[in-house]
Nanobody, 122 residues
Framework: QVQLVESGGGLVQAGGSLRLSCAAS????????MGWFRQAPGKERDIVAGISWSGGTTNYADSVKGRFTISRDNAKNMVYLQMNSLKPEDTAVYYC???????????????WGQGTQVTVSS
């Protein structure tokens, strides 16, 4: 079992930045792909960014390319999402997830954090 705990969410003005963190425990973190998903009220949960177990491959949703950066520190069992130039449409609950491979299919991700709220004011 892998336990994931997100932190770093909050309220920020449009154009501002936030850094989300996800701490992993209870498993071989460095062998899992990691991803960030988000779900806005009334919307489907979609992947925002993913990173391979080695950190050598990253994927981003078109809506966040150039603004968000996913990274990981396997020595610390941590994954991060740096969010810059935030827009009101980025408002959502953000979830950290772990899986065996990078995919946009939510069901393929095996472990999930509790989520952290990000609110971007206009």
């Amino acid at each position: 079992q892998v336990q994931l705990v997100e932190s770093g969410g909050g309220l920020v003005q449009a154009g501002g930045s936030l850094r989300l963190s996800c701490a992993a425990s209870g498993g071989t973190f460095y062998r899992y792909a990691m991803g960030w998903f988000r779900q806005a009220p009334g919307k489907e949960r979609d992947i925002v960014a993913g990173i391979s177990w080695s950190g050598g491959t990253t994927n981003y949703a078109d809506s966040v390319k150039g603004r968000f950066t996913i990274s990981r520190d396997n020595a610390k069992n941590m994954v991060y999402l740096q969010m810059n130039s935030l827009k009101p449409e980025d408002t959502a609950v953000y979830y950290c997830a772990a899986g065996v491979a990078l995919t946009r299919r939510e069901g393929a991700w095996n472990y999930w954090g509790q989520g952290t709220q990000v609110t971007v004011s206009s």
